[in-house]
């Protein structure tokens, strides 16, 4: 997991900065700077494939930076379960 973590993070910190947008004439997505970033197919008339695109800029890095809080969490608590079985002499034969 940590190998993916890092490929979608690389990725993420090699794409052209945001914010993202949705053009309003046609099935673009574009930078900052209102250049086009990617051209998408729009078969309904409705901007939802535009959207995720645009939002992945700001969704991708939230993302990332949650999976790494909730990774912390998780070795923080697996530390504390670890501590509390010793203390009850649990696990007192398994190999650490």
């Known amino acids: 997991m940590a190998d993916r973590l890092a490929e979608i993070a690389a990725r993420e910190a090699a794409a052209t900065e945001g914010p993202w947008t949705v053009c309003d004439n ?3 997505v574009l930078g900052p700077d209102g250049d ?3 051209s998408y197919w729009n078969p309904t ?3 939802s494939n535009g959207e995720f ?3 992945a800029r700001a969704d991708v890095p939230w993302l990332l930076a949650e999976v790494r809080r909730l990774q912390g969490e998780v070795a923080e608590l697996a530390a504390e379960n670890a501590v509390l079985e010793r203390g009850l ?3 007192e ?3 650490t």
């Open 53 to 55: 695109i645009a939002h």
């Open 36 to 38: 086009q970033l990617a």
């Open 45 to 47: 008339a409705e901007d």
């Open 26 to 28: 046609y099935s673009d």
């Open 93 to 95: 034969g398994a190999a």
């Open 89 to 91: 002499g649990l696990n």
